[in-house]
C-alpha cells in the first residue's frame, strides 16, 4: 500500500494509448453507440467508457462544504450486464442534524434507433430515499429503456459539511474501465494523507497551484494592497487518472471487494486556522484510545449504564456460586434473552441508556456496551473492542484512522480473557458474529495499546449421515439423512431456515433430494449444542441399461471450486476453519452387485485433510465414508494454488458416482 502526503508530491505522468471518446457529459459518438466489444477484455458484457469524479471546498458562512461531482458512463455489450442500470448513491448522516445531500441527479439512457441516437431520461419521480441505517442513506433509481448496445451516462453531485470525510475514489470496478480520472482541489487549511490501494503508481499523477485567488473572510483592496481580516490564498489541485483498468473479478472468499479494488483513501491529518494556529488530527493510538474513553456516547455511555447494570444484577440476575466462565455466560445470556439488536451496526450509542433500557432493543454498540456495563457491576474483568466489520473492510494499522472502525464487541474475563458479543442469540456464548470476524481488534484502555486477534481457532463442523436403498423398479431411493451442524455452521443454518421445515424442505429439492416426506429439528433454540435436522424423503435414481447411478453425497458436499483465477494476490478467507463429513450407507438391492467403486483418497498436508473410504461388507451394503478439513481460516497468496487444487479435488472426487449392476 502507498502513503503520501498531498504537500510533499509534485509527479507528472503522460497517459498514452487512449480510445478517443468523448468526455463531455451529453456528448455521445457513433463510435461509441456502435461500439460491439472492448480489445482489452474481449469476453466483458459491458465497459465503463470513462469515471470522473472531482472534489472541492465551497464557502459555507466562514465554513466550509465539500461539493462531490461525479460523471460516468457505461457502454452495455450484452444481457449478462444489464444490472449496470441500478444506481445506489450512499450519503452520509450523523445523527445530530449534519448531512450529507445528494444536490442534483442528471441520467440519460442512449440508444441508436434506425441510424438516430435516441436519448431517454431517467424521471425525477423515479428517484427515490434508501435508508441504510443510523448513518447512511442512499438515492436509487435505474436506468429505463437498456439493452444490448445502451449507453449510459449519469452525473450527479453530493454535497457534504463532514470535512474528515473526503470522499474516496474507486478505479476499479466489477466490468472494465477505459478511463478513470479523479481531481481533488484542496485549499491550504486542510491536509490529508490519502493511501493508494491495489496499484503500484497512476498512469497520470499531477499536482499544480491554482492561478485564481480565493478568499477567507473579509478582504479589502485598497492602495495595491488588501485590508480586513480575511485571507487570499490558492488551491492546490491534485489529478490523478488511470487508463484500462481490469475488471475486479474473483470475489470468492474475500472480506470486502473495497478491501483489494483500486482505489484512493483519504484522511484529514491537520487542520491550519485561518486565524492562526494548528490542530493535529492525525492522531495516535493512545490518542484515539482517550478521545474514545472520553466520547459521550461510548466511554461516558458505559458510565451512565452502570446504574441500570447494578440495578438490573440486584433484580433481575443470580450469578451467586459461579465461577467467572459461568457468570460471563449468564450474564450474555440474559441481554440475549432481554434485548434485541435492531440490525444496526455501530460503535457509538445512538440513545441513552434509560431508552435502551426501556425500548428493550438498540444498535451493537448500545447492546455490547451494557453487556460491558453488567460484567464491571459483577466485577467481571472487562474491555470494549473496537473493530471493524468484513462488509465495512480492514483496519489500516499504519494510521490511527477513527472512521475506520465501525463495531465494538467485549473482551471479557481475567486469566484467559474471550471475545462475546450479545447481538446474535444462535451463537455460543464464548463466539462473536461471522461479520466481526476480521483480522484484529483494537482494545479500548487508557494509556495502552493492544491488538487483539478476531479469528476463531475453533472448527466449525457440518455432518451428515445418509441412509439410501435403491428401488431399481421405481427409479427411486428412499433416503433418510441426519444432520449435525455445531459453532458458525449451527448459526448460519439457523439464521437461514429460522428452523422452518417448509425452508428446509426447499433447499433440499435443490439438490438430489426428489421428494420429502419428514422434516424435524432439534436445538434451535440451544447454541452450546449441535443442531440437528433429520430428513425423510426419496432420490431420483437413473438406470442406463442393467446399471443403476448414483451420487452417494446427494450434492451435499463442495459441488464448486469457486477460485477460478490462475494466480492471486490476496489472502483466501474462509472466515473460519471448518469440517465436513459424510457416513453414507447404500443397501444393494435384490439381484445386483457392485459394479464399480470409486477409488479410496488420502490427502493429509498442512492446508487441508482429504479422505475418502468405499467398501463392501458381507451384508450386501455400501459403506462409504468421507471428510474434508480446512484447516486454516485464512490462506496466504502463495498458498493459493496449492488450496485451489484441493478444492478441485474435493468438487471432483465428493460428487463421483456410484455404479451397480444386475447379475440377472
Known amino acids: 500500500m502507498k502513503h503520501y502526503l498531498f504537500i510533499f508530491f509534485l509527479v507528472i505522468t503522460q497517459l498514452t494509448g487512449a480510445q478517443n471518446f468523448s468526455r463531455k457529459f451529453c456528448e455521445i459518438s457513433d463510435a461509441e453507440m456502435n461500439l460491439t466489444r472492448y480489445d482489452k477484455a474481449p469476453d466483458a458484457g459491458a465497459v465503463v467508457l470513462y469515471d470522473k469524479g472531482e472534489s472541492c471546498f465551497i464557502d459555507e458562512h466562514y465554513d466550509y462544504n465539500i461539493r462531490f461531482t461525479r460523471t460516468k458512463r457505461i457502454k452495455i455489450f450484452d444481457k449478462s450486464e444489464l444490472n449496470q442500470a441500478e444506481i445506489s448513491i450512499p450519503f452520509y448522516v450523523d445523527g445530530q442534524g449534519k448531512t450529507e445531500t445528494v444536490e442534483s441527479i442528471e441520467a440519460y439512457t442512449y440508444n441508436k434507433v434506425n441510424g438516430k441516437i435516441i436519448r431517454t431520461p431517467v424521471k425525477e419521480s ?47 470496478d466489477k466490468i472494465p474501465t477505459i478511463f478513470s480520472q479523479y481531481e481533488v482541489r484542496i485549499i491550504p487549511f486542510y491536509e490529508y494523507v490519502f493511501n493508494l490501494q491495489g496499484a503500484g503508481s497512476f498512469d497520470m499523477q499531477t499536482s499544480r497551484v491554482s492561478s485564481e485567488k480565493r478568499i477567507w473572510g473579509d478582504l479589502t483592496e485598497h492602495l495595491g494592497g488588501t485590508t480586513g481580516n480575511g485571507v487570499e490564498y490558492n488551491e492546490n489541485i491534485h489529478t490523478f487518472c ?67 447494570a447494578k440495578r438490573t444484577l440486584k433484580n433481575s440476575i443470580d450469578l451467586e456460586g459461579q465461577t467467572e466462565t459461568q457468570k460471563i455466560k449468564s450474564l450474555i445470556q440474559y441481554v440475549k434473552d432481554n434485548y434485541s439488536w435492531n440490525s444496526y451496526n455501530a460503535k457509538f450509542a445512538s440513545k441513552s441508556p434509560a431508552d435502551f433500557v426501556k425500548q428493550k432493543s438498540g444498535n451493537s454498540a448500545e447492546i455490547n456496551l451494557f453487556l460491558l456495563a453488567l460484567f464491571k457491576a459483577a466485577d467481571i474483568d472487562a474491555k470494549p473492542v473496537i ?27 481475567r486469566e484467559k480473557p474471550i471475545l462475546v458479543d450479545a447481538t446474535n442469540v444462535f451463537l455460543p456464548f464464548f463466539k462473536i458474529p461471522v461479520r466481526c470476524i476480521n483480522e484484529t481488534g483494537l482494545v479500548v484502555e487508557k494509556d495502552e495499546v493492544n491488538w487483539v486477534e478476531l479469528k476463531d481457532p475453533v472448527l466449525s463442523s457440518k455432518k451428515y449421515q445418509i441412509t439410501i436403498r435403491p428401488n431399481p423398479e421405481t427409479l427411486k431411493a428412499a433416503t433418510r439423512i441426519s444432520s449435525f451442524y455445531d459453532g458458525y455452521e ?21 439438490k438430489d433430494i426428489s421428494q420429502i416426506h419428514a422434516v424435524r429439528t432439534r436445538n434451535y433454540e440451544k447454541p452450546e449444542d449441535p443442531y440437528l435436522i433429520f430428513v425423510e424423503g426419496e432420490m431420483d435414481i437413473e438406470k442406463i441399461g442393467d446399471k443403476i447411478v448414483f451420487s452417494p453425497f446427494l450434492e451435499l458436499a463442495m459441488n464448486e471450486n469457486k477460485l477460478r483465477q490462475k494466480t492471486r494476490d490476496y489472502p483466501v478467507d474462509l472466515i473460519y476453519a471448518r469440517e465436513e463429513s459424510f457416513t453414507v450407507t447404500i443397501l444393494i438391492p435384490e439381484g445386483f452387485e457392485v459394479e464399480d467403486l470409486p477409488d479410496n483418497l488420502n490427502i493429509s498436508d498442512d492446508l487441508a485433510d482429504i479422505q475418502l473410504n468405499y467398501r463392501e461388507n458381507e451384508k450386501k451394503k455400501i459403506l462409504v465414508a468421507g471428510k474434508y478439513i480446512l484447516k486454516k481460516a485464512v490462506y496466504s497468496p502463495n498458498e493459493y494454488s496449492k488450496v485451489k487444487r484441493h478444492f478441485s479435488t474435493i468438487v471432483r472426487r465428493f460428487n463421483d458416482d456410484i455404479v451397480i449392476s444386475s447379475v440377472l
Not at 449451527?490 to 435443490?510: G, Q
Request: charged share 30%; net charge negative; proline share 4%.
Open 490 to 510: 449451527a448459526m448460519l443454518i439457523k439464521d437461514e431456515f429460522e428452523d422452518d421445515s417448509t425452508s428446509i424442505r426447499d433447499f433440499l429439492l435443490t
Open 126 to 172: 423515479d428517484i427515490f430515499e434508501e435508508r441504510i441505517n443510523e448513518w447512511w442513506r442512499r438515492k436509487k433509481f435505474v436506468f429505463p429503456d437498456v439493452q444490448e448496445g445502451s449507453v449510459l451516462e449519469m452525473r450527479y453531485v453530493v454535497e457534504s459539511p463532514f470535512l474528515f470525510n473526503l470522499p474516496d475514489w474507486n478505479f476499479q
Open 242 to 308: 488511470m487508463r484500462n483498468v481490469p475488471a475486479f473479478k474473483d470475489e470468492s472468499f474475500i472480506t470486502s471487494i473495497n478491501d483489494y479494488i483500486i482505489k484512493l483513501d483519504f484522511q484529514l491529518s491537520k487542520v491550519y486556522y485561518p486565524s492562526g494556529g494548528d490542530n493535529e488530527i492525525m492522531t495516535t493510538w493512545p490518542k484515539l484510545n482517550k478521545a474514545l474513553l472520553d466520547h459521550d456516547k461510548f466511554g461516558k455511555y458505559i458510565k451512565r449504564c452502570s446504574r441500570f
Open 387 to 413: 473493530l471493524s466489520t468484513r462488509k465495512n473492510g480492514k483496519i489500516h494499522v499504519d494510521y490511527p484512522f477513527d472512521k475506520d472502525f465501525n463495531y465494538v464487541v467485549v473482551m471479557a474475563g
